[in-house]
């Protein structure tokens, strides 16, 4: 008998969210985006991929007695030990991990503690519902925006002082943080991103290269800060822009202004690169996490339980 699996969401879903992925990212963008936080849209992402996929799952508002739970690890409580016939698989993200939780799914490729046993890792889904950059802008280069939350944002490139010297290079700046998050999609007027934590050198273990995967998805050239993430993933200098000063980030942003070539051929290496984190190459990897680790792992606990 197959093993039931189940994506803990502690949430009543409309029934028309579990259709498909479009449906997904227009709930995830209603009320300004509260939908749109990793507790439930990695979680119901996942769950929805894999049944449009044909993989047998379900969703459920309270924990199972038995089976395969995987739920975000926000929703899970540190003292939540599972029970003999629960497999509980963590979806971790940039969190904790949960001391009882016999499997757990990281972003990071370079997490010191991927086993394959006990810590897998599998790339974050690409931003769902996005608008890619338009083709109407052509050769255009003055947008420049972060999306993500403020804090994740180094304290230089907030600075209004340095907004405006951008204005006067010809460069506009924009900043989408939460209070948009309907609008972390949104790249159809956008030329570059940029994404700098901190201009400390530092790892990140726990972070993903997801900022590097959008701006693929989107069309657009990517300004990032040293992570262990998006390090991983460079394959060329294409890929994306490494700076460690605010003054690197203008140079950056010059160069791709001055040189069409050079955004052109970012643009180009871009979509080939977001070839390898589509939607369907995500699916198998989370089917063949399924069926090859967690299942069996599964059954034997079952096996030790009788």
Not at 2 to 8: A, L, N, P, V
Not at 82 to 107: E, F, G, N, T, Y
Not at 122 to 143: A, L
Request: proline share 6%; charged share 25%.
């Amino acid at each position: 008998m197959r093993s039931k699996i189940y994506f803990f969401i502690p949430i009543r879903l409309p029934d028309r969210v579990v259709q498909g992925i479009d449906q997904v990212a227009a709930w995830q963008r209603a009320d300004g985006g509260k939908y749109s936080v990793g507790a439930s849209h990695w979680t119901l992402q996942t769950y929805v991929y894999l049944k449009e996929h044909g993989f047998t799952c379900e969703s459920v508002e309270h924990l199972p007695d038995k089976g395969i739970i995987l739920a975000h690890r926000d929703l899970l409580p540190d003292q939540l030990r599972p029970m003999p016939k629960q497999l509980l698989i963590c979806l971790q993200a940039d969190r904790p991990p949960h001391s009882h939780a016999q499997l757990s799914v990281v972003h990071n490729p370079c997490d010191p503690r991927i086993d394959m046993e006990t810590v897998v890792y599998i790339p974050p889904w690409p931003q769902i519902g996005m608008f890619p950059r338009s083709e109407n802008r052509r050769d255009v280069f003055e947008n420049i925006a972060y999306f993500g939350w403020k804090h994740n944002l180094a304290a230089e490139l907030q600075d209004p002082r340095w907004h405006k010297s951008l204005r006067s290079l010809g460069l506009r700046f924009q900043m989408v943080t939460e209070s948009e998050r309907d609008m972390w999609g949104d790249f159809s007027n956008i030329d570059s991103v940029i994404a700098v934590r901190s201009f400390s050198s530092g790892t990140y273990y726990n972070k993903p290269a997801l900022k590097l995967f959008n701006a693929w998805h989107a069309g657009v050239p990517a300004i990032l800060g040293v992570e262990s993430a998006y390090r991983a993933e460079r394959k060329s200098d294409l890929d994306y822009i490494e700076v460690r000063s605010i003054d690197e980030v203008v140079s950056a942003l010059l160069l791709l202004r001055d040189n069409k070539s050079l955004r052109e051929a970012m643009i180009y290496n871009g979509h080939e690169r977001a070839k390898e984190t589509q939607a369907k190459v995500i699916v198998s990897l989370w089917v063949n996490m399924l069926n090859i680790v967690a299942i069996p792992r599964y059954y034997k606990r079952l096996n030790d339980a009788d």
